[in-house]
T-cell receptor, first 112, second 111 residues
């Protein structure tokens, strides 16, 4: 079956702009989590959605937000971009958050 | 504050030998641990997991050991193969609340 897909794969934005990233989970998976990966910081948890509700949230500023649709697809939005937001953003899906997560290939965001 | 730490950013091992990747954690409430492997330009893929009620879990060439008293887990790969060259992340969670990842260890297996 198809894996987790993320679009776009690459993005270049300038400071102050906003960006929306999209994630389509594996069919049947209702939990979608988002992570930020930067060199030296590993994967930092952003938030997790389950059945259209944000169930968990990491320690990121309010500029980072997300939502999940009824078909479990999820979007992540970052407003007022800063240089430090340059990172690989990974989306992962699972049947339920406590189970194994399947990751997408990520969206590489570069903020200039 | 990093609750899961991988103190070795990189590791090089000869093909056929054992690779040992280490991970330390600080939260005694963590009860589920996983290892992921990541190739460049791809997302992490699940490798092996262990729950806190066990101290060892084996899957083929991969074995994960958990030492709860030391808050330490390790991944052993025997024998190491060139295709194992990747970045390895350990992760931990507390009752499924949230996963905490380490910073990763880049493994290079030399043919």
């Amino acid at each position: 079956k198809a894996g987790v897909t993320q679009t776009p794969r690459y993005l270049i934005k300038t400071r102050g702009q906003q960006v929306t990233l999209s994630c389509s989970p594996i069919s049947g998976h209702r939990s979608v989590s988002w992570y930020q990966q930067t060199p030296g910081q590993g994967l930092q948890f952003l938030f997790e959605y389950f059945s259209e509700t944000q169930r968990n949230k990491g320690n990121f500023p309010g500029r980072f937000s997300g939502r999940q649709f009824s078909n479990s697809r999820s979007e992540m939005n970052v407003s007022t971009l800063e240089l430090g937001d340059s990172a690989l953003y990974l989306c992962a899906s699972s049947w339920d958050y406590s189970n194994e997560q399947f990751f997408g290939p990520g969206t590489r965001l570069t903020v200039l | 504050d990093q609750q899961v730490k991988q103190n070795s950013p990189s590791l090089s091992v000869q093909e056929g030998r054992i690779s040992i990747l280490n991970c330390d954690y600080t939260n005694s409430m963590f009860d589920y641990f996983l290892w992921y492997k990541k190739y460049p330009a791809e997302g992490p893929t699940f490798l092996i997991s262990i729950s806190s009620i066990k101290d060892k879990n084996e899957d083929g060439r991969f074995t994960v050991f958990l030492n709860k008293s030391a808050k330490h887990l390790s991944l052993h790969i025997v024998p190491s193969q060139p295709g194992d060259s990747a970045v390895y992340f350990c992760a931990a969670s507390d009752a499924g609340n949230q996963f905490y990842f380490g910073t990763g260890t880049s493994l290079t297996v030399i043919p």
